[in-house]
Protein backbone atom coordinates (compact mmCIF):
# COMPACT_ATOMS: atom_id res chain seq x y z
CA UNK A 1 0.00 0.00 0.00
CA UNK A 2 2.63 2.56 -1.39
CA UNK A 3 2.50 5.62 -3.66
CA UNK A 4 4.11 4.50 -7.50
CA UNK A 5 7.21 6.07 -7.19
CA UNK A 6 8.09 4.97 -3.45
CA UNK A 7 7.11 1.12 -4.73
CA UNK A 8 9.36 1.58 -8.17
CA UNK A 9 12.41 2.89 -5.97
CA UNK A 10 11.48 -0.43 -3.54
CA UNK A 11 11.37 -2.81 -6.79
CA UNK A 12 14.55 -1.34 -8.02
CA UNK A 13 16.62 -2.16 -4.95
CA UNK A 14 15.30 -6.16 -5.04
CA UNK A 15 17.56 -9.34 -5.90
CA UNK A 16 17.23 -10.34 -9.74
CA UNK A 17 14.98 -12.92 -10.64
CA UNK A 18 16.10 -15.71 -12.77
CA UNK A 19 14.11 -15.30 -16.58
CA UNK A 20 11.74 -17.81 -15.52
CA UNK A 21 10.51 -15.68 -13.08
CA UNK A 22 10.86 -12.88 -15.22
CA UNK A 23 9.09 -14.35 -18.05
CA UNK A 24 5.64 -15.82 -14.87
CA UNK A 25 5.70 -11.83 -13.91
CA UNK A 26 5.31 -11.24 -17.43
CA UNK A 27 2.64 -13.34 -18.24
CA UNK A 28 0.71 -12.87 -15.32
CA UNK A 29 0.09 -9.28 -16.04
CA UNK A 30 -0.70 -9.71 -19.41
CA UNK A 31 -3.37 -12.43 -19.01
CA UNK A 32 -4.78 -11.13 -15.05
CA UNK A 33 -3.19 -13.70 -13.35
CA UNK A 34 -3.51 -12.64 -9.73
CA UNK A 35 0.20 -13.63 -8.29
CA UNK A 36 1.16 -12.04 -5.03
CA UNK A 37 2.37 -8.51 -5.35
CA UNK A 38 6.42 -8.15 -5.54
CA UNK A 39 7.56 -6.30 -2.45
CA UNK A 40 4.67 -8.16 -0.08
CA UNK A 41 6.72 -11.92 -2.09
CA UNK A 42 9.88 -10.46 -1.22
CA UNK A 43 9.26 -9.61 2.32
CA UNK A 44 7.40 -12.70 3.28
CA UNK A 45 10.34 -14.94 1.36
CA UNK A 46 12.66 -12.55 3.95
CA UNK A 47 10.20 -14.38 6.83
CA UNK A 48 11.18 -17.53 5.69
CA UNK A 49 14.50 -17.80 5.43
CA UNK A 50 14.41 -16.57 8.63
CA UNK A 51 12.08 -19.10 10.01
CA UNK A 52 13.81 -22.11 7.65
CA UNK A 53 10.40 -24.36 7.38
CA UNK A 54 10.88 -28.20 6.75
CA UNK A 55 7.15 -28.01 4.98
CA UNK A 56 4.54 -25.27 3.18
CA UNK A 57 1.35 -26.04 2.32
CA UNK A 58 0.03 -23.06 0.07
CA UNK A 59 -3.96 -22.66 -0.93
CA UNK A 60 -4.08 -21.50 -4.16
CA UNK A 61 -1.07 -22.61 -6.98
CA UNK A 62 -2.12 -20.12 -9.37
CA UNK A 63 0.69 -20.70 -11.96
CA UNK A 64 3.09 -21.78 -9.56
CA UNK A 65 4.80 -18.66 -8.96
CA UNK A 66 4.87 -18.19 -5.35
CA UNK A 67 5.63 -21.90 -4.92
CA UNK A 68 8.56 -21.79 -7.30
CA UNK A 69 9.53 -18.63 -5.16
CA UNK A 70 9.49 -20.14 -2.21
CA UNK A 71 11.29 -23.43 -3.39
CA UNK A 72 14.20 -21.16 -4.63
CA UNK A 73 14.85 -19.29 -1.82
CA UNK A 74 14.43 -22.27 0.47
CA UNK A 75 16.68 -25.26 -1.07
CA UNK A 76 15.57 -27.94 1.82
CA UNK A 77 12.03 -26.90 2.09
CA UNK A 78 9.09 -29.59 0.35
CA UNK A 79 6.07 -27.46 -0.96
CA UNK A 80 2.44 -28.91 -1.34
CA UNK A 81 0.04 -26.30 -3.17
CA UNK A 82 -3.73 -26.76 -4.30
CA UNK A 83 -4.98 -25.65 -7.55
CA UNK A 84 -9.03 -25.78 -8.46
CA UNK A 85 -8.56 -24.26 -11.65
CA UNK A 86 -8.03 -27.02 -14.61
CA UNK A 87 -6.14 -24.57 -17.57
CA UNK A 88 -3.73 -22.95 -14.25
CA UNK A 89 -3.24 -25.97 -12.52
CA UNK A 90 -1.55 -27.55 -15.75
CA UNK A 91 0.67 -24.03 -16.42
CA UNK A 92 1.60 -24.93 -13.23
CA UNK A 93 2.58 -27.97 -13.73
CA UNK A 94 4.74 -26.85 -16.40
CA UNK A 95 6.63 -24.26 -14.69
CA UNK A 96 7.78 -26.45 -11.67
CA UNK A 97 8.80 -29.11 -14.39
CA UNK A 98 10.53 -25.79 -16.20
CA UNK A 99 11.98 -24.99 -13.13
CA UNK A 100 13.25 -28.71 -12.52
CA UNK A 101 11.73 -28.19 -8.67
CA UNK A 102 8.59 -31.46 -9.34
CA UNK A 103 10.55 -33.33 -6.63
CA UNK A 104 10.17 -30.22 -3.90
CA UNK A 105 7.04 -28.93 -4.97
CA UNK A 106 4.06 -31.05 -4.57
CA UNK A 107 1.13 -29.84 -6.96
CA UNK A 108 -2.83 -31.01 -5.90
CA UNK A 109 -5.50 -30.42 -7.97
CA UNK A 110 -8.27 -30.16 -6.04
CA UNK A 111 -10.43 -27.73 -4.89
CA UNK A 112 -9.08 -26.58 -1.27
CA UNK A 113 -12.63 -26.43 0.43
CA UNK A 114 -12.94 -30.42 0.23
CA UNK A 115 -9.12 -31.69 -0.71
CA UNK A 116 -7.82 -31.76 3.27
CA UNK A 117 -7.91 -36.11 2.87
CA UNK A 118 -5.72 -35.47 -0.36
CA UNK A 119 -2.92 -33.98 2.02
CA UNK A 120 -0.94 -36.46 2.50
CA UNK A 121 3.07 -34.71 1.81
CA UNK A 122 4.94 -33.67 4.82
CA UNK A 123 2.53 -33.38 7.59
CA UNK A 124 2.17 -31.26 10.05
CA UNK A 125 3.51 -28.50 8.03
CA UNK A 126 5.46 -25.31 9.22
CA UNK A 127 3.67 -22.61 7.31
CA UNK A 128 0.38 -22.21 5.95
CA UNK A 129 -0.13 -19.47 2.95
CA UNK A 130 -3.76 -18.53 1.99
CA UNK A 131 -3.69 -16.84 -1.13
CA UNK A 132 -6.80 -18.61 -2.98
CA UNK A 133 -10.56 -17.68 -2.77
CA UNK A 134 -10.68 -14.23 -1.24
CA UNK A 135 -14.51 -15.03 1.01
CA UNK A 136 -13.38 -18.49 1.89
CA UNK A 137 -9.99 -17.21 3.94
CA UNK A 138 -11.55 -18.61 7.33
CA UNK A 139 -13.08 -22.12 5.62
CA UNK A 140 -9.10 -22.66 4.85
CA UNK A 141 -8.09 -21.64 7.59
CA UNK A 142 -10.38 -23.52 9.56
CA UNK A 143 -9.81 -26.07 7.61
CA UNK A 144 -5.60 -26.79 7.34
CA UNK A 145 -4.51 -25.47 10.74
CA UNK A 146 -5.09 -28.21 12.07
CA UNK A 147 -2.51 -29.80 10.24
CA UNK A 148 -0.11 -26.46 11.43
CA UNK A 149 3.00 -28.20 13.22
CA UNK A 150 3.67 -26.11 17.10
CA UNK A 151 4.28 -22.85 16.52
CA UNK A 152 3.57 -22.91 13.19
CA UNK A 153 3.07 -19.48 10.99
CA UNK A 154 -0.21 -18.70 9.08
CA UNK A 155 0.37 -15.87 6.10
CA UNK A 156 -3.08 -14.72 4.65
CA UNK A 157 -2.68 -12.40 1.36
CA UNK A 158 -4.44 -9.62 0.26
CA UNK A 159 -6.35 -9.15 3.60
CA UNK A 160 -6.09 -5.17 3.02
CA UNK A 161 -8.08 -6.01 -0.20
CA UNK A 162 -7.28 -2.49 -2.36
CA UNK A 163 -7.36 -0.78 0.87
CA UNK A 164 -11.60 -1.33 0.16
CA UNK A 165 -11.34 -3.07 4.21
CA UNK A 166 -11.11 0.49 5.76
CA UNK A 167 -13.41 2.06 4.11
CA UNK A 168 -16.88 2.64 5.82
CA UNK A 169 -18.71 3.67 3.00
CA UNK A 170 -18.71 0.99 0.16
CA UNK A 171 -21.59 2.17 -1.83
CA UNK A 172 -20.06 3.20 -4.88
CA UNK A 173 -18.16 -0.17 -5.59
CA UNK A 174 -19.47 -3.54 -7.43
CA UNK A 175 -22.18 -5.52 -5.39
CA UNK A 176 -18.83 -8.25 -5.74
CA UNK A 177 -16.07 -6.25 -4.61
CA UNK A 178 -18.49 -4.78 -1.61
CA UNK A 179 -19.36 -8.92 -0.56
CA UNK A 180 -15.47 -9.60 -0.79
CA UNK A 181 -14.63 -6.54 1.36
CA UNK A 182 -16.95 -7.35 4.30
CA UNK A 183 -16.03 -10.77 4.42
CA UNK A 184 -12.57 -10.24 4.62
CA UNK A 185 -12.80 -7.21 7.09
CA UNK A 186 -14.47 -10.03 9.24
CA UNK A 187 -11.60 -12.58 8.65
CA UNK A 188 -9.06 -9.65 9.58
CA UNK A 189 -11.01 -9.11 12.94
CA UNK A 190 -11.79 -13.00 13.42
CA UNK A 191 -7.85 -13.78 12.91
CA UNK A 192 -6.87 -10.52 15.10
CA UNK A 193 -8.87 -12.15 18.40
CA UNK A 194 -8.39 -15.95 17.51
CA UNK A 195 -7.55 -17.66 21.24
CA UNK A 196 -4.77 -19.59 19.92
CA UNK A 197 -2.81 -17.49 16.81
CA UNK A 198 -1.13 -14.43 17.37
CA UNK A 199 -1.80 -12.31 14.54
CA UNK A 200 0.43 -8.96 12.84
CA UNK A 201 -0.79 -7.36 10.07
CA UNK A 202 1.38 -5.84 7.65
CA UNK A 203 0.77 -2.51 5.27
CA UNK A 204 2.82 -4.16 1.96
CA UNK A 205 1.72 -5.29 -1.41
CA UNK A 206 -2.50 -5.51 -0.73
CA UNK A 207 -1.83 -6.32 2.82
CA UNK A 208 -0.46 -9.83 4.37
CA UNK A 209 -1.39 -11.11 7.99
CA UNK A 210 1.20 -13.12 9.74
CA UNK A 211 -0.43 -15.64 12.25
CA UNK A 212 1.79 -17.28 14.81
CA UNK A 213 0.54 -20.51 16.57
CA UNK A 214 0.45 -20.28 20.21
CA UNK A 215 2.44 -23.27 22.39
CA UNK A 216 -0.48 -24.75 24.48
Not at 155 to 182: C, E, M, T, W, Y
Amino acid sequence: MMNEEIHDYVTSLLPKRSPLVLEMEQYAKDNNVPIMELVALEAMLLLLVAKQPKTILEIGTAIGYSAIRMAEALPQTQITTIERDDVRFHQAQDYIQRAGLQDRIHLIHGDATNAVDLIVHSTPFDVLFIDAAKGQYQTFFELYTPKLADSGLVISDNILFRGLVAKDDLSSQPKRLHKLAIKIKRYNEWLSNHPHFTTRILPIGDGIACSMKIRT
